[in-house]
């Protein structure tokens, strides 16, 4: 029974899909409605329940274990995406603690950079790197408590009614659409401009209850097709309750989704900040890099040239968006395995190109050809030819 | 068994059933490689002669080449696959020939299609969705042969469509109103446009009912004996091969195991692995035999 | 006695788009009875209705009106009574692809519906429990099958897997809708033989659902044969292929390929363009009135 022990057994292993978590082709039939199967690409896609072909030749790279597989393949893009996130978060955390207090106004006014204050000084006097610091703190408590409850949101309003169907989706999807309609940055101007005070985490609930609309949308539909897979049916049949297979077999194939949702959300939430707090209704007593940048604008920053105190939030906001965006590309890439291969695959026919093309010319000259005579097995046909069995 | 054998087994009398055919395409020593890490090689040094008018069955499971072979020999492989090695060679029924892994460009779009079409596995996704029927038979001959007024392309359309059985009113229908086995029907009248010389059928039938699939293949067949061209047909359904096609070359791995006529197939294969594909089919009419209701032990684990 | 029995089920489907509530009826009038140690095929090709039929009776569709008695009793929709029933009826589905989830191991999949069905409690009695049905459908060594996940598998296992799991609750009727028609040819043949095994094993009452004739035939007592949602012709396997009634069923029969008819196709053909009249004759004639002569 040597044969039978799986350790000995070779795999195909997995390949493209289009589907939310690579799923796979392995020997046997590629099923229907798989768009792509493997390599090679089938100039025509759209499978339909064609009995083995798409998986034509099998596609290595060594099966990687669990929950690791569903992790962004390390690249260019991720590695600069985490350091400018990470790096950026870090300094929300650990700066304040280091930095002068930025509400004291003991310094003197308009003060370019200097050794003493490593941003200067703004209109009041108060320490520009240390307002940065406290900025960072609170545009990102912003913005991941904004981008959470969006999340969460999305995922009641999204999950729940694509998988239920019926008048639950129905009476869901109205809600929804509702607030899809509703534009949303004005939507918050009229709410924060209606409260008289405004701290930092109603800010934030605000921004989080109006912006979970469009990824709701996105998680119903990947819900309600994922409910027709056959997993789900099997489940079903096996005795699993609805709440069950929602969280148990349905979510987790969708967490890259959620994954870039989420950084979406805290994208559009430190930059809906930033705009409330620039047109005056942000946060009122916090400071952000929103109201860093509405104070330099009040005072005539621009004018007098000191870019030194509207450059940095600025550049701050733009360089944390452009890190959660470059994670976001790099999920994309296990939401739709077809980005990561496509480009690598090209690479590596050149290559080879290039070693066949440097193998021929240093190869002697071939001898001429061997004659066809017509049988297909070339000139060892007798050799090869069986006698009856 | 020695391991000298190089090539595909098969029997004295196969080179006598072949012996005074004209061939149309050769393929010698050819080599496909995917190229990821490690490389595979999904094709490996495969020669084939596929002669004027023949119906040469491919045969094999999945993964064993036969869909990127006959992607390789038509140059439509797309990266990470690459033809590593070998020469394919269309002896054209005017006596030139002509080497195709060499045709790049203006000349390769002028040769396929026109001597070499082919019909692809899930043809009947294929067709163009938000184009009707006739659009897509005008670009075949737009491509392909530039002078033809548009007068000429519509009697030719219509003409093809009737060849293939399906009524010519069909001809403004857009692929979702056809029934599967019609959508076939297009994809075969488009790929004999050109009165090609060669027809590479990959799996045309496979998702089709039984029904269906028989009234594909007698219109395939009749109009191969109105029109004499060669047709490799790809499929992992032997008893398909075993009914309709002269020659079969079975495939595993990437290499040819057995090359012979049907009928030597059917009635002494040589390969063990040939024998263990017609043993997964159960005659339909013939003994129950030893299969499954009486428990023999073919039940082991996977591959 | 145990049986699972269908009587006259009939479903409806509503068609979108046409007008007020056009009805499409896939199913129309089904009745037959699994028993242990029997297995019946429903054979058909697409559009019959026989994946239909497996739907309604593992309770993913409700029939329009019919019903499936179990023992003799009504079976139920709801709570603990639908409970009862999903533990003596399982369904292996088609596409082994598709069948498992992608995110889970194997394990996982066994162990949902040993714990759902109450066979097993406490780490060790599942783990030996999922050990053991693996081992039973030829998964060695169990463990570290246990431990994979899907996509790790090639298509028989995977299929195997979702065979393990249909036992898991300790079912005693299985519906298998095509359940290797997706695999590689030359695993067909064992997996069927596996789920012939487990059936003589288990006494199962089997429902093969498949719209191939010749695994039909091998691999079941009786044949029920379905064209359009109705049954047109049934009896003992050997009977139906060998000596078939129904007009339909013959002209499955001829369609199915055979290669004991080699060379006959191009003698037709031969003589069909010599004679100049393209669809006459009986085969033709029988396929317009099937209604596929516009294939």
Redesign the interface.
Known sequence: MADDDIRTQEFVTPATSSSPVAETVADGIAPRDRTEGLVPDVPTPRDVSTAGLTADAPVVAPPRRGFREMLPRRSGKLIVGLVLTIGIGLFAIIAPFVTQDPWNYDNPVFEPPSAAHLLGTNNLGADLFAQLAEGAAGSLTVGLVAGAIAVVLSLFFGIVAGYVGGWTDEGLSLVTNVMLVIPGLPLVIVIASYMESRSMWIIAVVLGLTSWAGSAIVLRSQAKSLRSRDYVAASRVAGEKPMRIITVEILPNLLPLLAAQFLFAVVLAILAEAGLSYLGLGPSGAITWGTMLNQASQHNAFTIGAWWWFVPPGLMIALFGCGLSLINFSIDEIINPKLRTAPAAVKSVRKARKAQVRDEDTRPDPEADAPVDGDDTGGNAKEKERVNA | MTA?????????D??ES??G?A?VL?A?NVSI????????K?VKDV???LHRGEILGLAG????????LA?GINQ???????R?AGEIVFHDQDGTDIDVAALEGDALRAFRWDKISMV???????LNPVISVRSQLFDVFTTHRPGMSNAEKLERSRELLQLV?VDPNRLDSFAHEL?G??RQ?VMIAMALALNPQVMIM??PT??L??????????EI??LR??FNFAVVF???????L???SDRI?VMRHGE?VE?NT??NI?A?P?HEYTR??L???????GD??S???S????????? | MSTLEVKNLIKDFRVRGSGAGKKFRAVDDVSFTLEPGRTIALVGESGSGKSTVARMISKLETPTSGEILIDGRKSATRGRALAEYRRNVQMVFQDPFASLNPFHTIAHHIERPLRLHGKAKGRTEIDAQVHQLLERVNLTPAPIVAARRPHELSGGQRQRVAIARALAPGARFLVADEPVSMLDVSIRLSVLNLLARLQREESLGVLYITHDLATARHFSDEIIVMFRGKIVERGPSDEVILNPQHDYTKLLLGAAPNPENHGRLREEVRRELASASATSGDAGAARDRFGTADL
């Open positions: 000298l054998t190089t090539g595909p087994l098969t029997t004295p196969h080179a072949i012996a055919l061939p050769t010698r490689e995917y190229e990821v890490t490690p490389p595979v999904a020669s084939l002669t499971e999945s993964g064993c080449g036969k869909t990127t992607y439509l492989l797309k990266p990470p696959a690459l590593t692809f596995q899930g043809a009947m996704n294929s059985g029934s086995g019609m029907r990959d799996e496979t998702a009912d039984v029904v269906v699939q028989r009234g594909i293949l007698r067949m009749r004996e109105q790809i499929t992992h359904d032997l008893p398909l075993l009914e309709i070359a040819i090359l049907s009928a059917f002494k040589q263990k594909l043993a997964s089919f159960p005659s339909l009419t129950r035999g299969f499954v209701r428990g023999e032990s073919t039940e082991g684990n996977a591959l």
